[in-house]
């Protein structure tokens, strides 16, 4: 599960204790045992976390997807509404990543620039 997801034991464990992933069942020694399911939630788990969603928010998104996909009916309207929670949070992702496409553009100006200045004092010191 750990190399699947590329996450630590102590990430997992993190996320089982704070309630976002629980292991679908418990081998006889007590072991997790994770379905497909369990892993594609670790990995929406995995993408939010370097766009900085809370835990909170990650569980709000959780819950409205597990609602959606769950095979209970639900009325128009909380269909609707889980629909828009979950836009929500795709306008949010979306504003979160271009605000990263600046901050990374602004760093590697930074690099450049600080590449091209240090290669000017190595061209005058020799």
């Given at each position: 599960m750990a190399a699947r997801?590329?996450?630590?034991?102590?990430?997992i464990?993190?996320?089982?204790?704070?309630?976002?992933?629980?292991?679908?069942?418990?081998?006889?020694?007590g072991f997790r045992l994770y379905t497909e399911a369990d892993i594609a939630r670790l990995m929406v788990i995995?993408?939010?976390k370097p766009l900085g969603f809370t835990l909170d928010e990650m569980?709000?998104?959780?819950?409205a997807t597990d609602r959606l996909d769950?095979?209970?009916p639900a009325d128009i309207d909380e269909r609707e509404a889980?629909?828009?929670?979950?836009?929500?949070?795709?306008q949010a992702?979306?504003?979160k990543i271009e605000d990263l496409r600046l901050q990374l553009a602004r760093a590697e100006d930074f690099a450049a620039t600080l590449r091209a200045r240090l290669g000017d004092q190595q061209g005058a010191s020799a």
């Open positions: 997801t590329e996450l630590s034991l102590r990430t464990r993190h996320y089982e204790e704070t309630g976002l992933v629980i292991p679908s069942a418990r081998s006889q020694g995995r993408r939010m569980r709000d998104l959780l819950d769950s095979h209970e889980l629909l828009e929670r979950g836009r929500a949070y795709e992702a979306a504003q």
